[in-house]
Every structure is written in C-alpha cells, then in structure tokens.
C-alpha cells in the first residue's frame, strides 16, 4: 500500500475537528453532532441565511440534519468514529 498524503488526514484523524469528537460529550450522537457542528461549521442556520437571497435557502438547518443522519447509523460507537466515517465515506 502507497500513502501520497492525499486523504490522510480523513483517515488519520489530522484535523482539528477530531480530538474534540473524542471528549465525553461527544459519547452520546447528540453529543457528537454538537461538538462536529462547533468544530467543523463556520456558521449556523441564520448566518448562512444572510448571505443568500430570499427563496434560496433550505429550511431549517441542512447541514446538521446530514451530520446527524449519518451519526446515527449503526457501527461506530464513538464521536470520533462517527466523525471518521462521516469525513472517508459520507
């Protein structure tokens, strides 16, 4: 097996999103998509909101329903599995 570098750090857990999805809050998939959101996400609902115009916006928060979709699946048991999973195949 070669490694270039290319999608190692979705591998290897190298982000910075990672050491947080690996504290107690992130146990739960609640807790995961919490510590995910604050993490990796730039803004919430509202702020995305702002920069488009009307009629082009998804109701409610699209973002976090994928998160949370993908982190309830069966088979990984810790916010950080969840967080590799979601970043290698989601």
Do not use: C
């Amino acid at each position: 097996m070669l490694q270039s570098g290319q999608g190692a750090d979705e591998v290897f857990a190298g982000y910075h999103w990672y050491p947080p999805m690996g504290a107690p809050a992130a146990a739960t998939v609640e807790g995961s998509v919490a510590e995910y959101r604050a993490a990796f996400f730039d803004r919430d609902a509202a702020g995305t909101e702002a920069l488009l115009t009307a009629g082009n916006v998804a109701p409610g928060d699209p973002s976090e329903r994928f998160v949370a979709k993908h982190f309830a699946h069966a088979g990984a048991e810790t916010g950080i599995d969840r967080a590799l999973r979601l970043d290698t195949i989601g």
